[in-house]
């Protein structure tokens, strides 16, 4: 099922959400309507508080290149991560990063390039695992939910101030279309 996606500025978006104790049917239905509602906003990642659930819980499923060279989104590429952690981080590299919640607005962010977590899978099972790339910088963004920052609050002082001009404008954009 789809649920709503909160948008900035919901004060939501900056609580710090909890962990998960049991990996119980109403976890498994919130992963599946995280899913649903990632692949309705053709997201490549999502995090609990993004669907208004202050848990640490958060779902990535990159695109990759099928044989015909067209890009896709599997769903065998979706990994669910509970209770995540980064335990290692390494190097820094520079992304452009958007958002589910900061809709139709696009800038360069940077973060570690390599890191390494500890994370737990919907049945309960512990998992470490290192990734580097794309899946490196989605976790990171993802992770920055669960401690209730965006990635517009890691722009230096100029790329803010143009946020919150073309936030306006955004934002004006969207009242006219309803
Ligand atoms: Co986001």
């Not at 004060?11 to 649903?36: G, I, Q, W």
């Not at 952690?85 to 958002?99: K, L, R, S």
Request: charged fraction near 30%; glycine fraction near 4%; aromatic fraction near 8%.
């Amino acid at each position: 099922m789809i649920r709503e996606v909160i948008t900035y500025p919901n004060p939501k978006l900056r609580t710090v959400s909890k962990d998960v104790v049991a990996f119980n049917d109403e976890l498994h239905t919130l992963l599946d309507d995280m899913y649903d509602t990632m692949i309705a906003k053709n997201g490549i990642g999502l995090a609990a508080i993004q669907v208004a659930v202050p848990l640490n819980v958060l779902i990535i499923n990159l695109s990759r290149e099928d044989e015909s060279k067209e890009v896709v989104q599997v769903k065998e590429d979706l990994i669910e991560f509970i209770n995540p952690t980064i335990i290692e981080q390494e190097g820094v590299c520079t992304f452009q990063e958007g958002c589910l919640s900061v809709p139709n607005f696009y800038e360069d962010v940077e973060r570690a390039k390599i890191i390494k977590i500890r994370y737990f899978d919907r049945a309960g099972n512990e998992h470490i695992a290192t990734y580097d790339g794309l899946m490196s910088i989605a976790l990171q963004h993802e992770i920055d939910h669960l401690q209730g920052r965006l990635f517009i609050e890691k722009l230096s002082y100029l790329k803010r101030k143009k946020f919150e001009k073309e936030w306006k404008k955004i934002v004006k954009e969207e009242k006219a279309k309803k």
